[in-house]
């Protein structure tokens, strides 16, 4: 059982910057593949970017470039550095932890654009 906790959202103005964290609790957090979602009004949860336990990444094409997904095994974290921030980008941000079929999810946080 892996429980994750996201943190870091908040209100930012266009063109700002966040970073989201997201800390694991339980061992071997290096072995899981992890993966920040994100989830707009009226809309359906969709994958932002992915690092494997080996390191590689993946990034949707809507944050290629302003987004980048890291993570620091020894602090069983990992982070999601966010720029260039524009109002589309408004959503509650989820972390995943997946291994083979075991899938876990934090609670979120959100991310809001203040006018």
């Known amino acids: 059982q892996v429980q994750l906790v996201e943190s870091g959202g908040g209100l930012v103005q266009p063109g700002g910057s966040l970073r989201l964290s997201c800390v694991a609790s339980g061992s071997r957090f290096g072995i899981y593949s992890m993966g920040w979602y994100r989830q707009a009004p009226g809309k359906q949860r969709e994958p932002v970017a992915s690092?494997?336990?080996?390191?590689?990444?993946n990034y949707a094409d809507s944050v290629k470039d302003r987004f980048t997904v890291s993570r620091d095994n020894a602090k069983n974290t990992v982070y999601l550095q966010m720029n260039s921030l524009n109002p589309e980008d408004t959503a509650v941000y989820y972390c995943?932890?997946?291994?083979?079929?075991?899938?876990?999810w934090g609670r979120g946080t959100q991310v809001t654009f203040s006018s």
């Open positions: 995943n932890a997946r291994l083979d079929i075991l899938s876990y």
């Open positions: 690092i494997t336990s080996g390191g590689g990444t």
